[in-house]
């Protein structure tokens, strides 16, 4: 059984997708364009996963790819605190998903524009600041609340006790409630700010109707989103790209330890427009082995934040 909504099979090295991939800010791919991507399951909580990639202060001491990550600015704050606290909090009761606290200026928000010092070949060993400069935008910064269907190989078929790597069956048929996308009951995200972990609230089913064909998943976590800023020299037309990741949490086993919440990380990049064949051709590989080298960083900087911080607690 796998969601339909995974863009990236589950863990799977770095790769050039078979066909392009969508992205928020440009969608589907015309004649040329390509997508590199990436999967993996993290031994850390979503929260943590984001915070690795959002704090761009600690980028040098992770990441062999990007080596750097330097803000060229930030978006500007046009609601108070006081605003932004009842807007939090109004979105968290309306919808229950989780807002971001504001964690500083070091970390990337929506809207801020940075620049990556990346280094086509993560292990040339050449000091921060000598790879090739790369401005980008954030696009998407936003929690993962969705329910999916997913096509069942046996009507007869019950749940098992992880029933997807990237989400948790909550429905078998129609009717309210029950975490039913069809019901009136609020869909609860499964994030927790300052919390090491979540004692997960299963909501799978373990009956499954024999007349059912279809069950739901509740997908939550994180999406983070940036696309390349064009420029005089390079404009969007001639290339542009946009990076996607995705932190989904998986929740803990039914019969196993309720603490173990991991994150199903996704990451692709499409690149578009008349020079995008030219990208692929020239440095398609090299990009796979960097995107593959990002995930393992990422993961091992999460898993270690996971065993000494347990907390999504930014530092200063």
């Not at 770095?14 to 390509?34: D, E, L």
């Not at 069956?169 to 919390?195: E, F, N």
């Amino acid at each position: 059984m796998s969601s339909t909504t995974d863009p990236i099979p589950p863990n799977t090295p770095g790769m050039i997708a078979p066909k392009p991939i969508p992205t928020p800010t440009h969608g589907n791919g015309g004649a040329g364009s390509f997508s590199v991507g990436c999967s993996t399951t993290v031994a850390a909580a979503p929260l943590i996963c984001l915070d690795v990639v959002l704090n761009s202060s600690k980028y040098p001491e992770w990441n062999r790819f990007c080596r750097q990550c330097t803000i060229d600015s930030q978006p500007k704050q046009t609601t108070t605190k006081k605003q932004q606290e009842d807007d939090a909090l109004s979105r968290h009761n309306t919808t229950t998903s989780v807002a971001l606290p504001d964690l500083g200026e070091h970390y990337l928000k929506l809207g801020t524009k940075f620049t990556f010092d990346v280094h086509m070949d993560p292990d040339d060993g050449k000091p921060i600041g000598s790879g090739r400069p790369t401005q980008l935008e954030v696009s998407v910064l936003e929690p993962i609340n969705e329910v999916v269907p997913v096509e069942q190989s046996s009507p007869s078929t019950s749940p098992s006790r992880r029933s997807s790597p990237r989400s948790s069956v909550i429905s078998t048929s129609g009717g309210g409630g029950g975490g039913d996308p069809a019901g009136d009951g609020p869909v609860t995200s499964g994030l927790g700010l300052g919390h090491r972990r979540r004692k997960s609230n299963m909501s799978a089913s373990s009956n499954t109707s024999r007349s059912s064909r279809r069950k739901y998943v509740r997908r939550t976590g994180w999406r983070v989103a940036w696309k390349t800023r064009p420029s005089a020299l390079l404009p969007g037309w001639m290339l542009r790209s946009e990076r996607v990741q995705e932190f989904v949490q998986i929740d803990p086993a039914p019969f196993g330890p309720r603490d173990e919440i991991q994150t199903a990380y996704a990451c692709w990049e499409t690149f578009y427009g008349v020079l995008a064949p030219v990208v692929r051709l020239s440095v398609g590989l090299q990009l796979v082995k960097g995107f593959g080298t990002w995930m393992e960083d990422m993961k091992a900087r999460a898993e270690e934040l996971e065993r000494t911080e347990g907390a999504f607690a930014p530092v200063g």
